[in-house]
C-alpha cells in the first residue's frame, strides 16, 4: 500500500489508532520516508502521545532537514513551552 492510500484512508475512515498502525507498517518498510514518519507523529499528537509525536519528528528531521517536521516540531514546543503568568498570579 503507498502513503497516499494510507492517508486517503485515514481521512475516510480509519482511527488515529487504526491510522498510526498502517503507517508503523509502512514505515516498517519504508524506514526513510520523513512525510510518513511526520503524518504518524501529527497522529501520536491528537492521541495524546506527546513523546512518540515529537520522536517521529525528530526522526524526520533527520532524513530530511526540510520536512514538514521541522514546522510541527515548531509548533509542538511552541505548545509545551507556553505560559500564562496570569494563571499563577491572581
Not at 486517503?8 to 512525510?35: A, F
Not at 499528537?45 to 514546522?71: F, M, T, V
Request: glycine letters at 4%.
Amino acid at each position: 500500500m503507498t502513503l497516499s492510500e494510507i492517508k486517503e484512508k485515514i481521512n475516510t475512515s480509519l482511527s488515529s489508532e487504526e491510522g498510526i498502525q498502517m503507517l508503523t507498517e509502512y514505515i516498517e518498510q519504508n524506514p526513510k520516508d520523513d512525510e510518513a514518519l511526520t503524518l504518524r507523529g501529527m497522529k501520536y499528537w491528537g492521541l495524546g502521545q506527546r513523546a512518540n509525536a515529537i520522536n517521529d519528528y525528530l526522526k524526520a528531521i533527520e532524513i530530511n532537514p526540510e520536512s514538514k517536521a521541522k514546522l510541527a516540531l515548531k509548533a509542538t514546543n511552541e505548545i509545551l513551552d507556553y505560559y500564562n503568568k496570569d494563571l499563577y498570579n491572581p
